[in-house]
């Protein structure tokens, strides 16, 4: 696909699923999950209400039909059709008729950004609100007469919480986890992004051909949805080397990440080599146990390092969880840029291997293999390689290779502690492969 296809692609996904009312269970996420079977060939399954996921229950699903606040001439103030941030997430359904100030306590606002609907849920204590612009709140605080107030809702103990995965079978039994959350509603960078990004990076590996490792791609909603998957799966836990969490790909900040708990695992690692390969200086964060689901794959029990890379993290920007994070705020060349550093870490940490000399004693003779100028003396020279494919390589980038292919160090170490791209070195050790100098470890 072109890059202006992709552009296009990523346009069209951000209208499409933007307005649809998700939340951690539903037929909003059954739609988004449908949506993305057209891009991706993504397997999707329901965990039943009620189940118990290590120390948590999963929950009843939750519908919702509408919603509004009316004033006694029946005008709508607040209209969950115009906006489905107007309600708080897991609502019980209300049919009232109530005084201002009776429903003033059930009013969420955020007077430092009076244009802006914040984003509020309750999703294990039942409970009901709406959500609204300090002008919807004047107004209704100015209305005469009781507000009709209506939310349509209902819980379903026989329900479920959807999930959509899509395994890739790579040569080896080791697998890496890429997952994103698929709860949030009508907000743009956090996290219709990820959604975005976790499908298009699936995709490339997906249609790549068969990887090294195994890659595993959840959408899943945030925290709960993690706890019931690793519940039910505790084999994978196991064999998964590391991981992404995959959120707030879109804004127009600066890119960055946030390290794993362990701040220099080989996701780490791959990360900063991604960022130095696209020559790109990010922001980074430190670890920290609040946040989004790397804290339940890292958690006790688990352990699983997996980072963030991101554009505008949560937290991090003043729009988040509000309507202000829309499709104003995000721009498909800004999902675009955080894809790039994601598919860059992808190909990483698929391509990586410890390699060995073959040569058991001594530095090989390069020359006589046409690796080594013929020229000696230069200060950094340059290698020519006279093969079916001239290729040019710094002769300090090959001797470091060299130097470091023991059967100890992997082609990220190398790359660390050479100063050199990750590309330089496997092309390197690529051109030492053909000629019979090293080996995969």
Known sequence: MSATSELKLIRQMLDDLFPITRSLSGPGNRQTLAYLQDIIPLTTSEIPSGGEVFDWMVPEEWRIRGAWIANANGKK?????????????????????LTFSELEPK???????????????????????????????????DSAGLLEVVIDSQFDTEGSMSIGELVIP??????????????????????????ITTALLAKTVYETGTPIHTWRFLFVPETIGPIAYMS????????????????CCGGPGRLGYKKTFQGDHIVDRAVELAFNELQIE??????????????????????????TICKDKYHE??????????????????ISASLEVYRQVQVILDSNTKITSTIKGGEPRL?????????????????????????DFDLHAMMWTLFLADGQHDLISIAEKSGNTYTDITSIFRSLENSGLAIRA
């Open 77 to 97: 103030i607040v209209d969950f059709e115009k906006c489905n941030l107007h309600v708080v997430g897991y609502s019980t359904p209300v049919n009232d008729r």
């Open 107 to 141: 009013l969420h606002r955020l007077p430092g950004m009076p244009n802006a609907i914040p984003y509020r849920t309750s999703y294990y204590k039942k409970d009901w609100g709406f959500c609204v612009t300090q002008r919807q709140y004047q107004e209704l605080k």
């Open 170 to 195: 790579g040569n080896r039994r080791e697998e890496i986890l890429v997952s994103t959350y698929i709860c949030h509603p009508s907000m743009a960078n956090d996290n219709l992004s990820g959604i």
């Open 232 to 247: 039910s799966h505790p084999n994978i836990i196991e064999r998964t080397i590391g991981g992404l969490v995959v959120t």
């Open 282 to 307: 990010p922001d980074r964060y430190p670890f920290s146990p609040l946040g989004s689901d790397e804290r339940q794959y890292s958690s006790p029990g688990i352990r699983i390092p997996v980072a």
């Open 317 to 334: 920007f003043k729009e988040y969880h509000t309507s202000e994070d829309n499709l104003s705020f995000v721009k498909p060349e800004h």
């Open 367 to 391: 020359g006589a293999r046409g690796l080594y100028p013929s020229m000696g003396g230069s200060n950094r020279q340059i290698a020519v390689q006279h093969t079916q494919n001239s290729t």
